[in-house]
């Protein structure tokens, strides 16, 4: 698909997620910049009445705690981080809630942890949920339970799941509103010469060494979050366009096919929900290394893995788990259902299908993952 084909499909998306990042949603002193927010809104109620779900993503919970504490610095330890996020969730919703209530509409607030992704039960009740709640005209408001999160206070950022939660609803559009106007080839703040790249076909390493590191004061994030949710996104089958959430009518031309931000194209086809799952619900407890000739037949082709083409094993792993394949290169390529455990796939790696049973003594597949049970991120 080409960057004016996808563009223009913009045009049809009628279930989208926004992201708002805490450096668009804050001051500089770390207070809610509500002007900020009340255009945000408005530009999502628009969206509604042309007929359009919305789900919003947003960040600001512990910028906005920090500005009500007085904090003038980032908290560095886990219950400060949560303190603050407690007394900022509170803040935010409110200012949302009444934003959001001037214009008809009602909200809801939604508070995801990693847990609530990698439980088989938890994740499909996240799913049924958000879709009753689009079906009822509400708009939910999803961010992360930062005052209970333990695994670094996160999913790993708003970004990662912002992107999560596109796959979770189905959606046909992620749009990330951030400080910047999209990827440059160059930080624009301190190199002149850098240039908006208009469309990423393809997240290649050249790609990711254009992301900095983190971002302002305030927020978590910074572009390289950014390169790793289109990374996820796109392998759902799913467009992401990076844009500015400083200035207004963003959401609007990226929805009309103009060529605001960059957008990033998807994968032709899109994951089945339960592949999704797979991948980015539980945390990988292994990885599968494997040579170029199975890496290219699972990326290109959609095969199964085959012992044939496993090369190593890290990890202590069972039947079952969740693993990752890794390419000659040291770069994940895929994540998938594990039929045999590490111990098992270390005695049959490199060998053929038929020898399984002489050598474990039982064959209960001859795949080592199948195709059905893995997704491919490249």
Known sequence: MTERECREALQHAR??????????????????????????VRELVDQ????????????????????????????KTLPEKQA????????????????????????????????????RRRY?????????????????????????????????????????VAGLVDADLLILLTDTGGLYTADPLT???????????????EIEALAGGAGSTWSTGGMATKIQAARLVTSFGIPMVITSGLEGGRIGAVLR?????????PREHRAHTRKRWLAYG?????????????????CRNGKSLLPGGVVAVNGDFEQGAIVSIIDPNGKEIARGMSNYSAEAVRRIQGRKTKEIGEILGYKDYDEIIHRDNMIVLV
């Open 15 to 40: 279930r989208l997620v926004v992201k708002v990042g805490t450096s668009t949603l804050t001051h500089k002193t770390g207070k809610l910049n509500l002007e900020r927010m009340e255009r945000l």
């Open 48 to 75: 509604v009445n042309a007929g359009r779900q919305v789900v919003l993503v947003t960040s600001g919970a512990v910028g906005a705690g920090m500005g009500r504490l007085g904090l003038k610095e980032k908290p």
């Open 84 to 119: 603050a996020a407690a007394v900022g969730q509170g803040l935010l919703m409110h200012m949302y809630e009444k934003f959001f209530s001037d214009y008809g509409l009602l909200v809801a607030q939604v508070l995801l942890t990693r847990d609530d992704l990698a439980d």
């Open 124 to 164: 499909l009740n996240s799913r049924h949920t958000l879709a009753t709640l689009l079906k009822m005209g509400v708009v939910p408001i999803v961010n992360e339970n930062d005052t209970v999160a333990v695994d670094e206070i996160r999913v790993g950022d708003n970004d990662t799941l912002a992107a999560l």
């Open 191 to 205: 190199d002149k010469g850098a240039t908006l790249l208009s469309c990423v076909t393809e997240i290649t390493p």
């Open 257 to 265: 096919g103009e060529e605001v931000g960059t957008i990033f194209i």
């Open 282 to 298: 539980p945390a990988p407890q292994g990885e599968i290394l494997v040579d170029a000739g199975a890496a290219r037949a699972i």
